[in-house]
């Protein structure tokens, strides 16, 4: 694939530089070009590990961990796979994937390699798409509105990204980094604008409380929904995570 050798794949946090170019700078966390590899060597390099959330879902990893290192998710519905989120590393080895869901545009990873490798429709909110980050990257659909799909359920909840979108399939719920976990708590994702980022997680638990989740799937962990809900509802407001 000629296009593994025109992109790069920054050590320091995974981004994927897509379009032939080289920059300066990675364009999402700022690391000078040296910490870039071209996306052939990360092939080689890594690969994507699977573990089993349950028997319809498998978590998704780069293996050595890749930079920012952010788990992807599998579902398998009806003899299809359906991602949420993207591995950082392209691997020719997994099953083929008929859609890739986005939560949102930073861990975009190698799919627009998995969309050109597997023929995958890439879906992700019109708001996110347009952000500069996902600027190079190609997308198949970009919603403006809440959707059910295969019985995963979309809920845009707007917050740390315009367009951040969580998902819900069956009693998993899957929210990527709108909070990060620091030891025992939860705490609120700092890149966004605080009042609509607060805003949003008055929404999640409005949604999750009608629900029946038994697992929450998270950018790094995955954890029994009792245990986060009650860092959730102990969540204070303006409890940001410091910004690196
Ligand atoms: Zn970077
Ligand atoms: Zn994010």
Known sequence: MKLLKEQYVCKRCGYNIIGGYYPESCPFCGVSHENFITAEECSQKYSIVSSKINNKIDRLNSYP???????????????????????????KDLEPMDKILFTHPHFLGASNLYRAYYTTFIWIHKKDSELPIASKHPF??????????????????NGHT???????????????????????NLILNPYGPAHSTMDGVKRIKEIVKKQN?????????????KNWNKKLVSLKNESFATKL
């Open 65 to 91: 961990k890749l930079g920012f290192e952010h788990s992807a998710y599998c579902i398998k519905i009806k003899g299809k796979n359906i991602w949420i989120d993207c591995p950082s590393t392209f691997s």
């Open 140 to 157: 198949d659909k970009k919603f403006e509105h809440d959707f059910k799909l295969e019985g995963i359920e979309a809920h845009i909840i």
């Open 162 to 184: 315009p367009g951040f979108t969580f998902y819900i399939f069956e009693d998993v719920l899957f929210i990527c980094d709108y909070f990060f976990l620091r030891e025992e």
């Open 213 to 225: 989740i038994e697992t929450v799937c998270g950018y790094n962990y995955v954890m029994d929904y």
